[in-house]
């Protein structure tokens, strides 16, 4: 798997997690990343994008609460998610921010917000 994606957890309505995605520094210098989710019984959506130039983008539904920021000494990126809610929850891959071109999804980090 090119990238790993931890950090997830269960939490409270209106807590906080910081999730990290890990990979090689030339993935991170080539592709534009997102980050995924997938909510039991739907379809995987983009929530959260960042251009090899550092341009980032964030969905309506997560707006002014997700934030993504990559790091370059840690070969990381992350999604650092304010407010959360209970329609937050489900499984968060991140992945090439693409619409064809992906990379082996692996497992995921589950994010669980109780009411």
């Known amino acids: 798997v090119q990238l790993q994606a931890s950090g997830g957890g269960a939490v409270q309505a209106g807590g906080s997690l910081r999730l990290s995605c890990v990979g090689s520094r030339e993935i991170f210098s080539w592709y534009p990343i997102g980050w995924y989710r997938q909510a039991p019984g739907n379809q995987r959506d983009l929530v959260a994008t960042?251009?090899?130039?550092?341009?980032?983008w964030t969905a309506e539904s997560v707006k002014g609460r997700f934030t993504i920021s990559r790091d370059g000494a840690d070969n990381a990126v992350y999604l650092h998610m304010n407010s959360l809610k209970p329609d937050d929850t489900g499984v968060y891959y991140c992945n090439r921010a693409s619409y064809t071109d992906y990379f082996d999804w692996g497992q995921g980090t589950l994010v669980t917000v109780s009411s």
């Open positions: 960042i251009t090899t130039g550092g341009t980032t």
